[in-house]
């Protein structure tokens, strides 16, 4: 009797150890599972913040570029330089699901490219705002974007060159610049010195110019007036490009061109 | 004798006993198995503004957002879009959800929350 109580209380012990022993290898791996599981999905929270935010200060940079557009006229002559002049920035910072973030952008003109056809780029996102459009306002954007979550363990960096745009029709601007002052300088220039038929030349030139402008997506105004001295005749023109679809809306973009005839 | 062994054999016992409901696999398989759906959702987060695109959600009216966070919904997905603090009227979060996940994003012209349950079937 004595034998067999000693014999089950050893079973017992034994059993007992084994499983033990099983839960603990369960539980272990059970626990490399979870681990592994949760830095898998801090990894997919840092990629999803990191589109975002690439996406949301590309959108701040192209927001600053269309309110620059939108505030500031350009010149005839000076379309490069007003391109060039462009400079915007966008920033982002904080913290989501315990991942602390810094996202910056700094965009200005693209450099000056032949292209013929759109060249897209990956920060689909902000299409149809991304890539290098032919006449339009290109941007280049060096892009920085810095997470840490997990405590320190997982972490994710990335600095890359895009391009953008905002569908102004600089090209078309430029001819159009070119066209309606040289056909206005030319109307003004055939009668110096009589206002009437200065006036007659101006209005005979006038409605093919605004139909010109109309087939480039543009309205024009037009003006002249005396240039004070020698008979010389000052004219000017505004064209406008109504309703660009902007990164954050409509927007118009105008431009400002004037001369005088000799 | 015989009682300190019955003694020692029921400690015994009962310290074995006590690791393994302490030592339990299950809390950390529901925590892989709630990491995972977190994850699912965001992908899921990641592939609708992919979709949609930030342009789109930073123009457009409420009700052509709604109607793309209900064009992206399923029978398993509810996605519910917050902008300025606006909810879709139509989306109601699913009572007892498997999962839940939320973005905000900062768009220059408004603050916009995409919000994504896994629901249970």
Not at chain 2, 17 to 22: A, E, H, K, N, R
Request: glycine share 8%; net charge negative.
């Amino acid at each position: 009797m004595a034998r067999k109580a000693v014999a089950a209380t050893l079973a017992s012990v034994v059993l007992l150890t084994v499983l033990v022993v099983a839960d603990a290898t369960v539980m272990s791996a059970q626990d490399n599972l979870a681990s592994t599981v949760q830095t898998s999905q801090i990894e997919s929270r840092e990629l999803l913040l990191e589109q975002s935010l690439a996406g949301s200060v590309s959108l701040q940079v192209l927001a600053q570029a269309q309110g620059y557009l939108s505030s500031n006229p350009a010149e005839c002559d000076g379309l490069p330089q007003y391109a060039g002049s462009i400079s915007t920035s966008g920033e982002s910072s904080g913290e989501d699901s315990g991942i602390a973030y810094t996202a910056n952008a700094t965009a200005s003109e693209s450099p000056a490219s032949s292209l013929e056809s759109p060249r897209g780029d990956n920060l689909t996102i902000v299409a149809p705002f991304a890539g290098d459009v032919p006449g339009a306002l290109n941007l280049q954007e060096v892009l920085s974007v810095k997470e840490v979550g997990g405590g320190g363990s997982v972490s994710l960096e990335r600095s890359e060159t895009h391009t953008l745009n905002l569908p102004i029709k600089v090209d078309f601007a430029s001819s159009l610049c070119t066209s309606t002052l040289g056909s206005l300088a030319a109307a003004l220039s055939r009668s110096p010195c009589n206002a009437t038929l200065e006036q007659d030349a101006f209005d005979a030139v006038l409605p093919a110019l605004h139909e010109d402008a109309a087939a480039l997506g543009f309205t024009l105004a037009a003006g002249w007036g005396s240039g004070g001295s020698s008979c010389s005749a000052t004219y000017w023109v505004t064209l406008v490009e109504p309703g660009v679809a902007g990164a954050t809306g409509s927007f118009d973009w105008t431009v400002r061109g004037s001369g005088t005839t000799a | 004798m015989q009682f300190i062994d019955i003694a020692v054999a029921s400690g015994y016992a009962a310290v074995c006993l006590s690791l393994i409901v302490l030592m339990n696999p299950v809390a950390p398989r529901e925590a892989a198995v709630g990491a995972g759906a977190l994850s699912a959702l965001d992908s899921a987060i990641s592939s609708y503004i992919e979709h949609v695109g930030l342009p789109f959600l930073a123009t457009s009216s409420e009700a052509a957002i709604c109607s793309s966070a209900a064009e992206a919904s399923n029978s398993t997905l509810a996605f519910d879009v917050v902008v300025q603090g606006e909810g879709c009227g139509s989306s109601v979060a699913p009572s007892s959800p498997l999962a839940s996940s939320s973005l905000t994003i900062d768009l220059p012209s408004r603050t916009v929350v995409i919000e994504a349950w896994l629901v249970r079937q």
